[in-house]
């Protein structure tokens, strides 16, 4: 399985964005699939995460915010990000795993190229 995420880009405080990470190969359906996202100088960070049985989890800085979902037919994972905040800005990548479904990102054996957000004041 292979990971590809887009959407990123430049916005505004208060506006929404919506990542895709759409994945080749087969069984995605039983991938716990999760969001991190990296500012620079810092440590990759976790998003949010939704396992394969659909259950979500969310990094507390995003409560609220952000809404993880997949759509299995599709082999992809979305991201929506809602009034977004200057502090989200960062490259955002998304990671799978067949087994790990926490918030360490090095357990994950997936991943995709990151996409950049730019959230402007």
């Known amino acids: 399985v292979q990971l590809q995420a887009s959407g990123g880009g430049l916005v505004q405080a208060g506006d929404s964005l919506r990542l895709s990470c759409t994945a080749s190969?087969?069984?995605?359906?039983?991938?716990?699939m999760a969001w991190f996202r990296q500012a620079p100088g810092t440590e990759r960070q976790f998003v949010a995460g939704?396992?394969?049985?659909?259950?979500?989890n969310y990094a507390d800085s995003v409560k609220g915010r952000f809404t993880i979902s997949r759509d299995n037919a599709k082999n992809t994972v979305y991201l929506q990000m809602d009034s977004l905040k200057p502090e989200d800005t960062a490259i955002y990548s998304c990671?799978?795993?067949?087994?790990?479904?926490?918030?360490?990102?090095?357990?994950?054996?997936?991943w995709g190229h990151g996409t950049l957000v730019t959230v402007s004041s």
């Open positions: 990671a799978g795993d067949d087994d790990y479904s926490d918030t360490y990102f090095r357990k994950y054996n997936l």
């Open positions: 190969g087969r069984d995605f359906g039983n991938y716990n």
């Open positions: 939704i396992r394969w049985t659909g259950s979500t």
